[in-house]
Structures are given as C-alpha cells and as structure tokens.
C-alpha cells in the first residue's frame, strides 16, 4: 500500500500564496515522477505541474506558469507546490499524484503505476 498525505489547502484572498505539501509513504520501489492536478466544480481533473525524481524536469500548466513553483525532496518522498498571485480560478481540490514502481519486478518491466491523495481543497476568494 502506497500513502499519500497532502496539507495546506486552505482559504485565501485574491494575489494570496499557499503552498501544498506532499508526502509518500508505504510499498513503493522506486519513484518516477511526483506532482499535483486539480479539479474544480463541473469540470476534468487538469494537469498543473510535474516535477521527475531523476534529473528534477518540471512542467507547468499554462495557466500555473510564472506563478507556481513545484519542488521536491526525494530524501523524504514529499513533493511541494508554491501558489503565488493565487486567482479564483486556481480554486479547486488539488490533488497529488504519483507515478512510480510498487516492487522491483514491475520497476525492471519499466511499469508505471499511479498513486493519487485524497485531495486537498483550495479556495481562492475575496
């Protein structure tokens, strides 16, 4: 079983900062990739931002670039995001996800599994 807890949502005015923390724990060989999506009312679950274990690539959303940061500490398996000039329309359950190997056998098969949280809601209003 893999975990993953995340902390820091929270309420926020307009041109606020959060910053979301995730971390992994449990059976879980190797971690490819960690980052955060999000899912407001009525719409997909969206891609934010992704940042590789091997090498720290990152990849933002659009509508994320130039405002968040995404972080990571592979000592502790924790992924942090930044949220600066958050906007109502950042408002969403923010979600962290994992992509890695549960065991050596699927890590040598180059499988990838994903791990989600249970979400941590944001809410960006005046």
């Known amino acids: 079983q893999v975990q993953l807890v995340e902390s820091g949502g929270g309420l926020v005015q307009p041109g606020g900062s959060l910053r979301l923390s995730c971390a992994a724990s449990?059976?879980?060989?190797?971690?490819?990739?960690m980052g955060w999506y999000r899912q407001a009312p009525g719409k997909q679950r969206e891609l934010v931002s992704v940042i590789t274990t091997s090498g720290g690539s990152t990849n933002y959303a659009d509508s994320v670039k130039g405002r968040f940061t995404i972080s990571r500490d592979n000592a502790k398996n924790t992924v942090y995001l930044q949220m600066n000039s958050l906007k109502p329309e950042d408002t969403a359950v923010y979600y962290c996800?994992?992509?890695?190997?549960?065991?050596?056998?699927?890590?040598?098969?180059?499988?990838?599994?994903?791990?989600w949280g249970q979400g941590t809601q944001v809410t960006v209003s005046s």
């Open positions: 996800n994992v992509k890695g190997a549960p065991n050596y056998s699927e890590y040598v098969r180059g499988n990838e599994y994903d791990y």
């Open positions: 449990g059976s879980i060989f190797s971690i490819y990739a």
